[in-house]
């Protein structure tokens, strides 16, 4: 009961940081390692706590992804989709082994995406790709997604910023739209395989979407520095965390 109370409260606390300001991945998945849950498992698991978020947001967005180039709209999706199936894939044939070197690396990148973001988002604003790069970033980032999707939204921004997007809501929608169907893609990958501890993931599911409902009047209240500093350090201490763990 200990161990689900602990997932329970770390996947609250990330649903409502995704609400404010996203980063709920450095909460359940570290929460569900320290349960006792196997790594590769893990991440399969987190992916499956977060997943109902991504639906609430594209709802609430529905009117801007409807507006949104319907012939394009398809291209991009399809490619999502194959990125996702691409990178859930990876993680199958990942052994816990090879996932533990891995993931301090990619919780340290995450959490430099997620600090530099505005940063990422100018610099890509500036660079304008669009056609076929545009697509093989498209795809990039949808691997990227399935096998760890960790400062996913920050690095979804960065690339619509590429493609020379500007309207902040639109880009919203379009990013929560794609996260949906790139976790629907990982999560009936992960399991179909059998990845998913169903228990944990249910609880958590419930918790964080408690979560991110909560997180709305705390997103009005406090100030968005506040809440991104709190997002930074969680990342950083998880990601020595991990590190230590290799030593």
Not at 20 to 38: E, I, K, Q, S, W
Not at 93 to 114: G, M, R
Request: hydrophobic share 60%; glycine share 12%; net charge positive.
């Amino acid at each position: 009961m200990a161990d689900y109370l602990i997932l329970a409260v770390a996947a609250f606390c990330a649903g409502t940081l995704n609400t404010v300001a996203g980063g709920g991945t450095f909460l359940t998945f570290p929460a569900l390692v320290y349960t006792g849950v196997p790594v590769v498992a893990a991440n399969a698991t987190s992916a499956v706590a977060v997943f109902p978020g991504y639906l609430g947001g594209a709802a609430g967005f529905r009117e801007e992804i409807a507006a949104f180039d319907r012939a394009r709209l398809l291209r991009i999706g399809i490619l999502t989709a194959a990125g996702g199936l691409v990178g859930s894939l990876l993680l199958l044939v990942s052994s816990n082994e090879a996932f533990s070197l891995v993931i301090p690396f990619l919780l340290a990148a995450a959490t430099l995406i997620f600090a530099f973001g505005g940063k990422i988002q100018a610099w890509a604003r500036r660079q304008q790709v669009e056609g076929r790069e545009g697509w093989f970033g498209t795809l990039l980032v949808s691997v990227y997604g399935g096998y760890f999707n960790g400062g996913l939204g920050i690095v979804l921004l960065a690339l619509f910023s590429w493609w020379g997007m500007r309207d902040l809501n639109t880009m919203n929608g379009l990013k929560n739209g794609l996260s949906f169907i790139l976790s629907a893609i990982s999560v009936a990958t992960f399991a179909l395989a059998g990845l998913v501890a169903w228990p944990q993931a249910l609880v958590m599911m419930v918790a964080a979407t408690a979560g991110g409902y909560a997180g709305a009047p705390l997103a009005r209240a406090l100030p968005p520095r506040v809440v991104r500093a709190v997002v930074i350090l969680v990342g950083v201490v998880m990601s020595i965390i991990f590190f230590a763990r290799l030593f």
